[in-house]
């Protein structure tokens, strides 16, 4: 059932956020103090690209306030326009009944989006 969900996430938008992750990432691994962020949109964009069956939770160990504040650097460095990006998609794939479970999924990224650090991408 998950590579069914997958394969219908790509046709519903998945494509394209995972496209923007990757851009992103690309953009921001131009500079030395950027790749810690272009290679944290990498792996986003690896699981927004294929999301069912895997999930996200705490890192057990934390880094403290060391990924606090990534976070808030990765807000202003393009964070919000692409939580903005899933909560877009939400909203149109929930106006449909068929939309719904995947619309759901993007307004689950929204925090993916805004916070990713200090946060690991695990299989169910």
Do not use: D
């Amino acid at each position: 059932m998950n590579i069914l969900g997958n394969i219908l996430w790509l046709l519903f938008g998945g494509i394209i956020i995972a496209l923007e992750y990757m851009v992103a990432g690309l953009l921001m691994c131009i500079t030395i103090i950027g790749i810690p962020f272009g290679l944290q949109s990498f792996k986003l964009a690896a699981f927004v690209l294929w999301p069912f069956g895997k999930t996200t939770r705490p890192v057990e160990s934390g880094s403290g306030c060391l990924s606090t504040v990534l976070n808030i650097v990765w807000i202003f460095l393009g964070g919000i326009w692409i939580a903005l990006s899933h909560l877009f998609w939400g909203v149109v794939l929930c106006i449909t009944i068929i939309g719904i479970p995947f619309g759901k999924q993007h307004f689950k990224m929204v925090s993916l989006a805004l916070t990713p650090f200090g946060r690991q991408i695990v299989y169910k």
